[in-house]
C-alpha cells in the first residue's frame, strides 16, 4: 500500500510540473515584444526579433517589465532561408537596437535560426521557427509573431 501510494504521488507530481511547465511555454508563446517582433524570452534579457519594412531584421534586447534595454556583450546570428543555400545574417549595433547587414532573402515561411551568446565564445541558445512574414488574420502582428491563438481549434480535432 505504501509503496502505491508513493508511485501514485509521483506520477500526480509529474503531472502536476508538465503542466506548470506547458502553462509556462504557451505564456511565452503568446506575448509578442513592443516593437510587435516575436519574443524569445529564453534568454535574459529578452530578445526580440523584428523585420521592418526594408526586410532588415531589428534585434531589441527586452527587460521583464518590457522596455527596450541596450544592448551589452551578446553575440547574435541569423541564419535563414533555402537549406541548401542559406543567408547567414550579421549583425551591428544601431542606437538601443542590432540591425542585420542583410535584408531577409525573397519568399515566405522561411526556416530561421537564431543564436543568441552571452558573450563571445558562450553557450548558444538557439531559437527555430519559420518566418511567416503573412499578416495574422486576428491580430495585429506578422505571422512569426502572432500572439492570438487561431489554428487552435484545428489543432484539437
Do not use: W
Request: proline letters at 4%; aromatic letters at 6%; glycine letters at 6%.
Amino acid at each position: 500500500m505504501k509503496k502505491l501510494l508513493t508511485t501514485t504521488l509521483f506520477i500526480l507530481s509529474l503531472a502536476f510540473t508538465a503542466s506548470a511547465a506547458d502553462k509556462d511555454k504557451h505564456d511565452h508563446e503568446t506575448k509578442a515584444g513592443p516593437t510587435g517582433g516575436r519574443l524569445i524570452t529564453e534568454v535574459e534579457p529578452h530578445v526580440e526579433f523584428f523585420v521592418n519594412k526594408d526586410k532588415k531584421v531589428e534585434i531589441r534586447f527586452i527587460d521583464d517589465a518590457m522596455k527596450v534595454v541596450a544592448p551589452g556583450t551578446q553575440v547574435i546570428s541569423v541564419t535563414l532561408g533555402d537549406r541548401s543555400a542559406p543567408t547567414k545574417l550579421n549583425f551591428t549595433k544601431d542606437g538601443e537596437k542590432l540591425i542585420s547587414d542583410k535584408a531577409v532573402p525573397e519568399g515566405n515561411d522561411l526556416p530561421t535560426v537564431v543564436q543568441i551568446r552571452e558573450k563571445e565564445g558562450a553557450k548558444a541558445i538557439n531559437e527555430k521557427f519559420n518566418l511567416n512574414l503573412n499578416d495574422c488574420p486576428t491580430c495585429k502582428n506578422k505571422e512569426y509573431a502572432c500572439t492570438c491563438a487561431h489554428g487552435d481549434e484545428e489543432k484539437k480535432k
